[in-house]
């Protein structure tokens, strides 16, 4: 595991943000942290990339402790935060050139470097423009390219592609894609749940300070419920017959039937050729599989139910 978090814990007075945290991050592969505002999500990146002390808690990133060997971290970390941390003054190459020299690269090679980047990054047609003159999603590559001139083994992605066009954001997911086939891990923080679908091997959903639910994208999903025909009717009694017949949840102001499906074609046939034989109409069918957002929904009904009990 190239990181490795055991029992996390930080606090901020008598504010508990994080409250025994358990990570095990794979090298090569995409890590998504998810979960509400005030989570923790932030908190536990800034403690990985140093820039913030655990109270409690075993915390490697490439094999070496955060507060220990915070400076060996560093070197093999970069992070990209939420708003690019370009100057918008210099040019994308003269960005790239001086972040190499600032990772003492020396000038031959950052320049060699900035150029490799720019044609990965399809930044090659701008490199001598003025990054004010930049779109939101030249930005943002550029932004990820300053962040492995040194090639880190690790990136940190705080909300990468917050405020990008459509169009933006499926390029960066392309660059990040990319990177994972090439071995870069990369730990990443999201608020659009589509994002971490597509990209994450492994994803964590973070809660009031603990780690709710963990798994693949699919295994996330299988646990809030399985497949679900929606069946459609043109009026209160065809709803309500069907469901005599086939059971489900009956909607009476929007005339639906929702009810489990294994998600074959079988069982679909069987539905619509039951109805037939009791000349029960059907309008419209549509089958629904769960997505990150019903997972994403599940939690926060368990800690508003959680907390009213309470």
């Known amino acids: 595991m190239i990181v490795e978090v055991t029992g996390l814990r930080k606090a901020y007075g008598d504010n508990v943000v994080l409250d025994g945290i358990d990570l095990h991050v794979p090298a090569g592969s995409v890590y998504a942290l998810l979960g509400p505002n005030g989570a923790g999500k932030t908190t536990t990146v800034r403690i990985l990339t140093t820039l913030t002390r655990p109270d409690a808690g075993k915390v490697l990133v490439a094999g070496h402790d955060v507060v220990r060997e915070a400076a060996k971290v560093r070197a093999a970390i970069s992070l990209t935060g939420q708003h690019a941390a370009v100057d918008n003054e210099q040019t994308g190459r003269e960005n790239l050139v001086m972040i ?6 020396g000038r031959p090679a ?3 470097r900035a150029d490799q980047l720019l044609e990965r990054f399809d930044l090659v047609d701008a490199m001598h423009r003025r990054v004010k003159t930049y779109s939101g999603g030249m930005r943002r590559r550029l932004d990820l390219a300053m962040s ?23 390029t960066m997911w392309d660059a990040i894609k990319e990177l994972v086939r090439a071995g870069t891990t990369i730990v990443l923080t ?7 679908d597509r990209l994450a091997d492994w994803i964590v959903l973070i809660d009031n300070g603990h780690v709710s639910m963990s798994g693949t994208a699919d295994t ?3 646990q809030v419920g399985g497949e679900r025909l ?21 909607d009476r102001e929007r005339r639906t039937l ?12 069987y539905v619509l050729g039951s109805l037939s034989s009791a000349h029960v109409p059907v309008a419209r069918v549509s089958a629904h599989r769960p997505t990150l957002d019903d997972v994403f929904m599940a939690v926060t009904e ?3 139910r959680e907390g009213v009990s309470a």
């Open 100 to 105: 190499g020299q600032l990772m003492h690269l």
């Open 110 to 112: 950052a320049r060699r």
């Open 148 to 170: 492995l001139v040194a090639e880190p083994r690790v990136i940190f992605l705080d909300e990468p592609t917050t405020g990008l066009d459509p169009a933006s954001r499926t």
């Open 190 to 196: 999201t608020q659009y749940l589509e994002e971490a």
């Open 220 to 222: 996330l999903k299988a």
């Open 230 to 250: 929606e069946l459609v009717f043109d009026d209160e009694g065809g709803v309500l017959r069907a469901a005599d017949l086939l059971g489900g949840i009956v």
């Open 258 to 269: 929702t009810m489990p499906s294994d998600g074959t074609a079988a069982h679909v046939h």
């Open 302 to 304: 368990n800690r508003t």
